[in-house]
């Protein structure tokens, strides 16, 4: 298929791509960060102004508590975008993380492949052990030295 076709979905070129989504859902993220600075504002706007109003006879705190329902709503508003945004950016990195995935699955099944062949037919010779004194060469030496002044004991003085 053209990715220029009409009829394509819209974005069908974008969800093909780890990089193009990553992009667009960063985009989308920024706009909606700048709602959220904008609704910052207005519920603080909103919370001195519900605060202010007040109705003869009440005490101090009937403002407050009448404009308690209408502050938690603005902030449930607000937690739910940052919900929003911290899902778009985890949403990129599963897609990359996919697609990385995908790539990787190929090779792994080569290798399991070739485990379960091995296991299956089993070479005759196998390889003698490593004798002692090499393995004492492969290990690094800041391991494998003593692990306490006890140890020492054990070895020769100088």
Do not use: C, F
């Amino acid at each position: 298929m053209n990715s220029n076709d009409p009829t394509d979905p819209p974005l069908r070129d974008v969800a093909q791509s780890p990089e193009a989504t990553a992009r667009y859902l960063a985009d989308v993220q920024r706009v909606l960060l700048d709602i959220g600075k904008s609704l910052e504002i207005l519920a603080m706007e909103t919370r001195v102004h519900l605060r202010e109003t007040h109705v003869t006879g009440d005490r101090w705190y009937h403002a407050r508590l009448r404009a308690m329902p209408v502050e938690k709503a603005l902030g449930n508003v607000l937690k739910n975008l940052n919900n929003l945004t911290d899902g778009l950016e985890k949403s990129a990195y599963k897609r990359r993380a996919h697609d990385e995935a995908v790539v990787n699955t190929a090779q792994e099944r080569k290798e399991k492949e070739l485990e379960r062949r091995r296991k299956k037919n089993p070479q005759t010779l196998q390889a003698a052990p490593n004798p002692p004194q090499q393995d004492a060469q492969n290990h690094n030496s800041r391991y494998g030295g003593p692990t306490s002044i006890y140890d020492l004991s054990d070895r020769e003085s100088a």
